[in-house]
Nanobody
Framework: QVQLAESGGGLVQAGGSLRLSCAAS????????VGWFRQAPGSEREFVAA??????YYGDSVKGRFTITRDNAKNTVYLQMISLKPEDTAIYYC???????????????????WGQGTQVTVSS
């Protein structure tokens, strides 16, 4: 099975940028659909972005600011985040699924494999 590890989180001022990485091991990530989710304290896990085949999808709160890409040679999926806001503060998780969940990619339950998460903190 595939193992996922996120990195790239940290503390940044509002308006700044970060790039998160989701590195896979154990299996080639290219056949998998990959999603990014985030969870703030006291909140439910929220869909951020997904890449399914060549298509990308975004949550409404990050559309236009976040970009999900994949580098198959590096077995890694990235989440580029710009114009960060304090409300983007959360633990960010990447997740993978072997299917093409075009109808359910927003649901955390769709994904079988998860990383441990990386903390993103945006100060005002």
């Amino acid at each position: 099975q595939v193992q996922l590890a996120e990195s790239g989180g940290g503390l940044v001022q509002a308006g700044g940028s970060l790039r998160l990485s989701c590195a896979a091991s154990g299996r080639t990530l290219s056949p998998y659909s990959v999603g990014w989710f985030r969870q703030a304290p006291g909140s439910e896990r929220e869909f951020v972005a997904a890449i399914i085949g060549g298509a990308t999808y975004y949550g409404d709160s990050v559309k236009g600011r976040f970009t999900i890409t994949r580098d198959n040679a590096k077995n890694t999926v990235y989440l580029q985040m710009i114009s960060l806001k304090p409300e983007d503060t959360a633990i960010y998780y990447c997740a993978a699924d072997r299917s093409r969940p075009y109808g359910t990619y927003r649901s955390a339950g769709t994904y079988d494999y998860w990383g441990q998460g990386t903390q993103v903190t945006v100060s005002s």
